[in-house]
């Protein structure tokens, strides 16, 4: 039987957590002759490349470019007509390739979207699931959607090479994974979200790990945002209440400074706006993690914080480019 799928797993310092993914593929429940693992190993100066190997993945090494190109490079010798790609601090449950494959039988889709799983105690680490959660529940199994994020993704390896892969510019795993699924969208291709397509992954468990994280993907995906400007404000991930939240964080600062120096009554009219975008992450976490209801305004305004200022400080260096080739031109 010849290899249909190809998993490339880029893979850069990852020791200690490859040969994890590495034994949870092999464990899917797709015949193992019917797939291939391709890891990327993007520059480590650790034993990543030989855990890898020993796990029987093939590997291929390059100097260190960065995620977006070390994907890029294990597509480019993969064998299956469907590519995968998952990361390597993940571990896909046993189904996860059978359900990611699955959308496939439909002849216009490009490409598949699966998703994260959590089963951490921290308190950070379970707020983080829940995002992921309100997101999936919105979507139905199967539905139309722009987005599809590299820790749990798939594509026609012809049509990820007709629009060049992942933009390599991208330094870090940030923005490359929705910039190239906006490129495909605009012109006309098809996604699905495979709700049984789960990968465990771990989760920020402090509040300063958690912020960089927001921070940073905000950060990055103003590149993003810069050529498909539309998506700011409207896309099928993103619930609009986050975006509502993130105004209003912003928004934060000068209601203190008003309501020290003027009135009360700014704050007062800011706190029950802010808790009425947070009603829908309320509702569900009563209904999934109750005890975590307490924790949910306090989760939305460092979000929002993290998310806001990540932004800024992408239009900040954006601007700063834009002027600097101005300059010189």
Same mark, same amino acid.
């Given at each position: 039987m010849s290899v249909r799928f190809s998993v490339v797993v880029p893979a850069y310092q990852s020791e200690l957590v490859v040969g994890a993914c590495l034994a949870a593929l092999r464990a899917q429940s797709v015949p193992q002759d019917c797939f291939e693992i391709i890891v990327v190993d993007? =520059?480590?100066? &650790? =034993?990543?490349?030989?855990? @890898?190997?020993?796990?029987? !993945? $093939?590997v291929l090494c390059q100097a260190n470019t960065g995620p977006a190109a070390a994907r890029n490079a294990g597509a480019n010798i993969a064998s299956g007509e469907i590519v995968l790609f998952t990361d390597a601090d993940c571990r896909p449950e046993p189904g996860w390739l059978a359900a990611m494959t699955l959308p496939f039988e439909r002849p216009g889709v490009s490409a598949v979207q699966g998703r994260y799983v959590g089963s951490?105690?921290?308190?950070?680490?379970r707020w983080a699931q829940l995002e992921f959660n309100e997101?999936?529940?919105?979507?139905?199994?199967?539905?139309?959607?722009? +987005?599809?994020?590299?820790?749990? @993704?798939?594509?026609?390896?012809?049509?990820?090479?007709?629009? =060049?892969?992942? &933009? @390599?510019?991208f330094p870090v795993p940030n923005g490359e994974d929705m910039d190239l699924a906006f490129r495909l969208h605009a012109k006309g291709h098809?996604?699905? +979200?495979? $709700?049984? !397509?789960?990968?465990?992954?771990?989760?920020?468990?402090?509040?300063?790990?958690?912020?960089?994280?927001? *921070?940073?993907? !905000?950060?990055?995906?103003?590149?993003?945002?810069?050529? +498909?400007?539309?998506? !700011?404000? *409207? &896309?099928?991930?993103?619930?609009? @209440?986050?975006?509502?939240?993130i105004a209003l964080g912003l928004m934060l600062p000068p209601v203190l400074v008003l309501a020290l120096a003027a009135h009360p009554v700014w704050i007062l009219v800011w706190l029950p706006l802010f808790l009425a975008s947070c009603a829908r992450l309320l509702a569900l976490a009563w209904r999934r993690d109750r005890p975590l209801v307490v924790w949910i305004p306090f989760a939305c305004l460092v979000r929002a914080l993290a998310l806001g200022s990540g932004t800024l400080a992408g239009i900040g260096q954006l601007i700063t480019v834009l002027r600097a080739r101005r300059a010189a031109g």
């Open positions: 993007d =520059g480590s100066t &650790d =034993g990543t490349p030989r855990v @890898a190997a020993e796990a029987g !993945a $093939r951490q105690p921290e308190i950070v680490a997101r999936y529940e919105r979507i139905p199994d199967g539905a139309e959607i722009d +987005f599809v994020f590299t820790y749990s @993704a798939a594509y026609r390896r012809k049509v990820f090479f007709e629009f =060049g892969g992942f &933009d @390599a510019a098809h996604f699905a +979200f495979a $709700r049984g !397509a789960f990968v465990k992954h771990v989760h920020p468990t402090t509040w300063s790990w958690y912020f960089r994280q927001k *921070f940073t993907r !905000a950060y990055w995906r103003q590149r993003v945002y810069a050529h +498909f400007p539309r998506k !700011a404000l *409207f &896309d099928s991930y993103t619930p609009k @209440a986050m975006k509502i939240q």
